[in-house]
């Protein structure tokens, strides 16, 4: 009794509803009418929509906008951002997210890098004799890039990708012993053309070889050719200037911040989708049941009604979206009545439950029929619903079932769910049966599904 109790608490809708519709099957058979019993049924339903739990939305991760004057503390209050939403993703999904906190200690460990710098290019690696600054391919403060001669197209290419980033890139022309000035002329042509604008900056790595003669005597001399180290002031006093503006590096944290906070989504994202699809499951397995089962045609529509109510209720929950009054009553309201409408129920319904249901030989096929045809409306409902639940943007109004009644009468994906529907429900009937065997199972409950 006590497992009763508590799946009429976690679910009242779809306990109410069921409940109901059994309370009016008994009603009906003494001979009463429906109209009344129906219309305080439903008011109790919208009441207890109003009852469910709602997850309040926390606030999501706002990066700072990369400019000149940003500050370390804006950063730090965005990385805090970040660990909140980590904290709630983790609750939410009930288990530790090792691989994200690795992923946010080297995010913060970022922060106390003084110029984090990647080499690409022609460059594969720093060409100063002493670097101080630490290297690195993930979001640089500064890409150095070297070339030599006429752009390729692959390096056009990952130019443009880096400028698309907004990760700031600074080119570096590598002199040749015997310079070109056509080929230096043409490859600061095909920079221009990309939208690169700033200056390039020209160092020397092999300076040629320069004859050396050195005084022995008055009359006597050597003479040696002797390779000059490479010219790099222009590079060293750029890096010097860069050193003194700490915003470039903020600016490289806030990119891999967005970065992170993106792998988090993508995570959310894909854990709610799975939770989402076991409840449409377990959904459209309790409408199927209950259609199969139920000896009173004019019950079907009313219990379907609580079915996919309580379904929305609990796919609302997996998105932490909340229902307000009045959206709660307009989908209450527009649910039942939209499956009647769309002529499926209601063919369904005066075919299979007047006709085959009249003689025990019949029954079983006019309850299959019933029950396929409850599964599948409450399967697009809950998708369709699904759709507007995953863009925040979307109102949660009438506007979601503007699609359910072309989806309904879509034969492929007739076809696809009418395939898929047994092997999937099987599970589903197993667990339950032996939840009715054991009231204590923990398996049973819908919540661990």
């Not at 050396?212 to 008055?218: E, F």
């Not at 998105?319 to 939209?338: E, F, I, K």
């Not at 599948?376 to 109004?397: D, I, K, S, W």
Request: charged share 15%; aromatic share 10%.
């Amino acid at each position: 009794m006590s497992w009763w109790w508590q799946q009429l608490r976690r679910y009242p809708l779809l306990s109410v509803g069921v409940t109901g519709s059994m309370v009016l099957w008994v009603w009906q058979s003494w001979g009463h009418e429906l109209t009344t019993g129906a219309g305080v049924l439903g008011g109790v339903l919208v009441l207890l929509l109003l009852r469910q739990r709602w997850f309040a939305r926390q606030p999501m991760a706002t990066a700072p906008v990369n400019r000149s004057e940003l500050t370390r503390q804006e950063v730090i209050t965005y990385l805090e951002q970040l660990h909140q939403e980590l904290t709630d993703l983790e609750q939410e999904m009930g288990s530790p997210q090792p691989d994200l906190h690795a992923h946010y200690q080297e995010l913060t460990q970022a922060l106390e890098m003084p110029l984090s710098l990647a080499w690409a290019g022609t460059f594969t690696s720093s060409p100063l004799p002493d670097d101080p600054f630490p290297v690195t391919t993930h979001h640089p403060a500064w890409v150095l890039y070297g070339i030599q001669e006429r752009l390729t197209s692959e390096q056009l290419t990952e130019l443009t990708a880096y400028l698309t980033q907004e990760q700031p890139v600074q080119v570096i022309w590598c002199a040749a012993a015997w310079p070109d000035a056509q080929v230096r002329l043409t490859a600061l042509e095909q920079l221009q053309g990309i939208g690169y604008t700033q200056p390039v900056l020209t160092i020397t790595l092999h300076p040629p070889a320069i004859l050396v003669r050195k005084i022995q005597s008055p009359d006597t001399w050597e003479d040696s050719w002797e390779i000059p180290p490479p010219v790099l002031e222009e590079l060293t006093q750029w890096l010097n200037q860069r050193r003194q503006e700490p915003h470039w590096q903020y600016q490289a944290m806030v990119r891999r911040g967005k970065q992170f906070h993106t792998l988090m989504q993508k995570r959310q994202q894909a854990y709610r989708t799975n939770q989402a699809e076991r409840v449409i499951q377990r959904y459209q397995v309790g409408a199927a049941v209950w259609a199969g089962v139920n000896p009173v045609p004019s019950l079907d529509v009313l219990a379907t009604g609580a079915i996919n109510a309580q379904m929305l209720v609990d796919l609302a929950q997996v998105y932490r979206r909340s229902l307000t009054l009045n959206q709660a009553q307009a989908m209450v309201r527009a649910l039942a009545p939209m499956l009647v409408q769309m002529g499926a129920v209601e063919w369904v319904t005066t075919l299979a439950g007047t006709w085959l249901k009249t003689h025990w030989a019949t029954y079983a096929v006019g309850g299959a029929m019933q029950a396929i045809s409850a599964a599948y409306l409450t399967h697009v409902a809950g998708h369709t619903f699904l759709e507007h639940l995953r863009a925040p943007e979307r109102e949660l109004n009438l506007g979601v079932w503007q699609s359910l009644r072309t989806r309904v009468f879509a034969t492929g994906n007739a076809l696809h769910f009418w395939k898929q529907f047994v092997p999937q429900s099987l599970p589903w009937l197993t667990r339950a049966g032996v939840a009715v065997g054991n009231e204590t199972a923990p398996s049973w409950q819908m919540g661990n599904f």
